[in-house]
């Protein structure tokens, strides 16, 4: 065997090797595309999936389900038919975004605790 025809040889086998993976990761779910509400615009998909990643999977089922419930409820308030989708998408994604914000930095411990009310504050003092 010549040195080219080994190099042809590993090269296809690199093709094969390579759109053989591909194709089984395309055949299995990924496990952050598998939650999506019921109810919403299919231009918003991947950024509800990039928002759904940055929270537990235990919290997905509830947002997703809250997604919808908001999503068809502002669809359901606006009577104008030309303007449903815009709002619908408005309010769900609003409360979508400010959620994920507030719990995707509660989650890392970047929140903390108020002070008490009864503790005073001190103020000025040096230690």
């Known amino acids: 065997m ?3 025809e080994k190099f042809l040889l590993i090269k296809s086998g690199q093709t094969f090797l390579t759109s053989f993976l591909t194709q089984k990761a395309l055949a299995m779910p990924n ?3 598998t939650i ?3 109810e919403y615009c299919q231009a918003d998909s991947v950024w509800i999936q990039e928002q759904m990643v940055k929270i537990s ?3 997905r089922q509830m947002i997703a389900v809250k997604y919808s419930e908001v999503y068809q409820d502002a669809w359901d308030r606006e009577l104008v038919s030309y303007r ?3 709002r619908a998408r408005h309010e769900a994604n ?3 975004r400010l959620f994920v914000e507030r719990y995707h930095k509660a989650a890392m411990g970047l929140a ?4 008490l009310a009864s503790t005073p504050a001190q103020i000025g003092k040096a230690a």
Do not use: F
């Open 31 to 33: 496990p952050t595309r």
């Open 84 to 86: 449903q989708e815009n």
């Open 112 to 115: 903390e605790k108020p002070p």
């Open 2 to 4: 010549q040195p080219t």
């Open 36 to 38: 999506m509400p019921d």
């Open 94 to 96: 609003t409360r979508l």
């Open 57 to 59: 999977p235990s919290m």
